[in-house]
């Protein structure tokens, strides 16, 4: 935890010399969203053993689960930003329907990233992409049939993309896709031996607002990116 803190006072610090080079002032926003987590672990699945991108063949509709978030964003050009953000979620999983169903096992986890921290860059204005990494807490309750429960901390590495539009002055739509690979394999409450580590997929709306205090405006009385 406290070197995810140290991570983010320091790519402020290192970003905001940038920012002061170009002669621009860097501003503020807020932000808070609402969506669904895709879990890929040890259970579920499809029915096939065929690899397809990114496990989009595994995606469960009837599995996804809520997750929303809340954080900060400094932004310090047109090109590069970084936020961050404690992200409360869900995450669950079944055999049922995948190639493991005889073995009928599920699970619920329940958490959320603590806090994790993410690097943003713009290469055009409406759109983002980014990377980073965070601290995800799980409390796992898991049937095999019998009922176990876990609690774990896993470092996650992050990447995605984004994109806003305009509301108003001040406040901007935005949708956001994020992968997030967990650096170790008990999401779900169980490890396999040669299996994959867990990972999950956040898809997010979310609802920006850009603080007023330190902004350049234009003279078309909206905020400089």
Same mark, same amino acid.
């Given at each position: 935890?406290?070197?995810?803190? $140290? =991570?983010?006072?320091?790519?402020?610090?290192?970003?905001?010399?940038?920012?002061?080079?170009?002669?621009?002032?860097?501003?503020? #926003?807020?932000?808070?969203?609402?969506?669904?987590?895709?879990?890929?672990?040890? =259970?579920?699945?499809?029915?096939?053993?065929?690899?397809?991108?990114?496990?989009?063949?595994? *995606?469960?509709?009837?599995?996804?689960?809520?997750?929303?978030?809340?954080?900060?964003?400094?932004?310090?050009?047109?090109?590069?930003?970084?936020?961050?953000?404690? /992200?409360?979620?869900?995450?669950?999983?079944?055999?049922?329907?995948?190639?493991?169903?005889?073995?009928?096992?599920?699970?619920?986890?329940?958490?959320? #990233?603590? $806090?994790?921290?993410?690097?943003?860059?713009?290469? =055009?204005?409406?759109?983002?992409?980014?990377?980073?990494?965070? #601290?995800?807490?799980?409390?796992?309750?898991?049937?095999?049939?019998?009922?176990?429960?876990?609690?774990?901390?896993?470092? /996650?590495?992050? !990447?995605? /993309?984004?994109?806003?539009?305009?509301?108003?002055? =001040?406040? /901007?739509?935005? *949708?956001? *896709?994020?992968?997030?690979?967990?650096?170790?394999?008990?999401?779900?409450?169980?490890?396999?031996?040669?299996?994959?580590?867990?990972?999950?997929?956040?898809?997010?709306?979310?609802?920006?607002?850009? $603080? !007023?205090?330190?902004?350049?405006?234009? #003279?078309?009385?909206? $905020?400089?990116?």
């Amino acid at each position: 935890m406290k070197k995810l803190l $140290l =991570l983010f006072l320091f790519c402020i610090g290192i970003t905001s010399v940038n920012a002061q080079k170009d002669k621009q002032y860097p501003y503020n #926003e807020i932000f808070m969203g609402i969506g669904t987590t895709h879990g890929f672990t040890d =259970l579920g699945g499809s029915m096939t053993t065929k690899k397809s991108f990114l496990n989009i063949r595994d *995606i469960d509709i009837g599995q996804s689960r809520i997750s929303s978030s809340f954080g900060f964003r400094r932004v310090f050009n047109s090109n590069w930003s970084i936020s961050g953000q404690i /992200v409360p979620l869900w995450i669950a999983g079944h055999d049922k329907f995948s190639r493991n169903s005889g073995r009928n096992w599920n699970f619920n986890s329940f958490g959320g #990233e603590i $806090l994790s921290i993410q690097a943003e860059y713009y290469p =055009l204005n409406w759109m983002y992409v980014f990377c980073g990494i965070g #601290e995800l807490y799980n409390h796992t309750i898991m049937y095999t049939p019998d009922k176990k429960i876990s609690n774990n901390f896993n470092t /996650v590495l992050l !990447t995605g /993309v984004g994109a806003g539009w305009r509301m108003n002055k =001040l406040n /901007v739509h935005s *949708i956001e *896709i994020g992968l997030r690979y967990s650096t170790t394999d008990n999401i779900d409450g169980i490890k396999i031996t040669n299996s994959n580590n867990d990972w999950y997929y956040i898809i997010q709306y979310k609802l920006v607002h850009r $603080l !007023t205090f330190g902004s350049k405006y234009n #003279e078309n009385g909206f $905020l400089i990116r």
